[in-house]
């Protein structure tokens, strides 16, 4: 691609809305952080500030290349990151009671956020070849079964269930999009009514209290109901505009538990209240109508079903994280993309930006 061409084809309201989450990021974590104490402040959004720099440079670079390298390397970038998970189950590094990162020298990864994107390349790879109008049939869906199955049974060996459903979102997603048979979709639809009862004797005990938590969190208000019951007080307390930056009660006195990570929405609404809370929901909106535009005006099969995948992920996690935090859905560990704190989330949804811009620019061309 001429460097002209480069420049006509730049997506920059994609580029714009990721930058506006980021920047809407940023100052929340700032505030978020800043009961821990300067130094610590200082520290985390600092390197935060660094992985968006790292994510953006390498952003950039990856624009020079076509997305449909993905097609080509889709295998070996799938296996790599289950060698990874596998990795983490004898070697990570062993916090809060789970094993879900691998120390590099001084950098802490989470494969589980990778192997989202390698999911969603192996399965638009499979995909792109078996678009069929009619459908795909029970036995095309096989081999997308052991590509979602893989990570899913690895994650949930950390374990680490919310991200392991997560895969599971964003692979149904993909998969309805490309069509299921009517009659294959009874079938799988009417298995998995049948086996979510026996799934409950499958979870461990302090999932099994996060479910029972969400349907009566006064059940255990100082024990497992404490983090929804304090997130839920510091989203009410914000109302109309909030109680300004720096001064949310519950994040100063420390009451909200991981306000810089999974619970950073609940410090944004306390904060910036419910105009604050409904802009960054928009923007969100805006971003996923974006990706699922330019999934649309794409005319090869394989950059189509790519775009979809990455902005399912997107809109999942969004999706999750917001309704976790407002007590609607169960407590996951799934951070809120772009906004929360995380080298491996934040790389992980730059990557997702950098392969929807890389669409976006090639969509009208076939190569």
């Given at each position: 691609?001429s460097?002209?061409?480069?420049?006509q084809?730049?997506?920059?309201?994609?580029?714009?809305?990721t930058?506006?989450?980021?920047?809407m990021?940023?100052?929340?974590?700032?505030?978020a952080?800043?009961?821990?104490?300067?130094?610590?402040?200082?520290?985390?959004?600092?390197?935060?500030?660094?992985?968006?720099?790292?994510?953006?440079?390498?952003?950039?670079?990856?624009?020079?290349?076509?997305?449909?390298?993905f097609?080509?390397?889709a295998?070996?970038?799938?296996?790599i990151?289950?060698?990874?998970l596998?990795?983490?189950?004898?070697?990570?590094?062993?916090?809060a009671g789970?094993?879900?990162?691998?120390?590099?020298?001084?950098?802490?990864?989470?494969?589980?956020?990778?192997a989202?994107i390698?999911?969603?390349?192996?399965?638009?790879r499979?995909?792109?070849?078996m678009?069929n109008?009619?459908g795909?049939g029970w036995?095309d869906?096989?081999?997308?079964?052991?590509i979602t199955g893989?990570?899913?049974?690895?994650?949930?060996?950390q374990?680490?269930?919310g991200?392991?459903m997560?895969i599971?979102?964003?692979?149904?997603?993909?998969t309805?999009?490309?069509?299921i048979?009517?009659?294959?979709l009874?079938?799988?639809?009417l298995a998995g009514?049948?086996?979510?009862?026996l799934?409950?004797?499958?979870?461990k005990g302090?999932?099994k209290?996060r479910?029972l938590?969400f349907?009566?969190?006064?059940?255990?208000?100082?024990?497992a109901?404490?983090?929804?019951?304090q997130s839920?007080?510091a989203?009410?307390s914000?109302?109309?505009?909030?109680?300004?930056l720096l001064k949310?009660t519950?994040?100063?006195?420390?009451?909200?538990?991981?306000?810089?990570?999974?619970?950073i929405?609940s410090?944004?609404?306390?904060?910036?209240?419910?105009?604050g809370?409904l802009s960054v929901?928009?923007?969100f909106?805006?971003?996923?109508?974006?990706?699922?535009n330019?999934?649309?005006g794409?005319r090869?099969?394989?950059?189509t079903?790519?775009?979809?995948?990455?902005?399912a992920?997107?809109?999942?996690?969004?999706?999750?994280?917001?309704?976790?935090?407002?007590?609607?859905?169960?407590?996951?560990?799934?951070?809120?993309p772009?906004?929360?704190?995380?080298?491996?989330?934040?790389?992980t949804?730059?990557?997702?930006?950098?392969?929807?811009?890389?669409?976006?620019m090639?969509?009208?061309?076939?190569?």
């Open positions: 691609m460097e002209r061409n480069f420049v084809n730049f997506d920059w309201g994609l580029i714009g809305l930058f506006t989450l980021a920047a990021g940023m100052v929340t974590l700032y505030s952080v800043n009961a821990e104490g300067e130094s610590f402040q200082k520290i985390l959004v600092v390197k935060q500030l660094v992985w968006y720099c790292v994510g953006t440079a390498i952003m950039t670079v990856s624009l020079l290349f076509n997305y449909k390298s097609d080509r390397w295998s070996a970038i799938y296996w990151c289950m060698i990874q596998t990795a983490v189950l004898f070697v990570g590094k062993y916090v789970s094993r879900r990162w691998l120390a590099l020298g001084p950098i802490s990864v989470q494969p589980s956020e990778l989202k390698a999911v969603i390349v192996m399965l638009a499979y995909y792109a070849k678009v109008p009619k795909l036995r869906l096989f081999y997308p079964f052991m893989i990570p899913f049974a690895l994650i949930v060996r374990p680490d269930l991200t392991a997560l599971l979102l964003i692979a149904a997603s993909v309805l999009f490309v069509k048979e009517i009659r294959s009874t079938y799988l639809t009514l049948m086996s979510a009862p799934l409950w004797f499958c979870l302090y999932q209290q479910i938590t349907l009566d969190p006064d059940r255990d208000p100082l024990g109901g404490y983090h929804i019951i839920k007080i989203i009410g914000g109302m109309l505009s909030g109680k300004g949310g519950q994040n100063a006195l420390s009451f909200l538990p991981e306000q810089h990570t999974d619970f929405f410090v944004m609404s306390e904060e910036m209240g419910f105009v809370s929901i928009l923007v909106l805006m971003l996923i109508v974006w990706g699922l330019i999934a649309y794409c090869d099969p394989f950059g079903i790519l775009s979809v995948g990455v902005t992920m997107i809109f999942w996690q969004a999706f999750i994280n917001i309704g976790m935090v407002m007590g609607l859905m169960p407590v996951v560990g799934v951070p809120l772009f906004i929360s704190y995380g080298g491996s989330s934040v790389m949804m730059m990557t997702c930006i950098a392969i929807l811009m890389n669409v976006s090639r969509r009208f061309t076939i190569e």
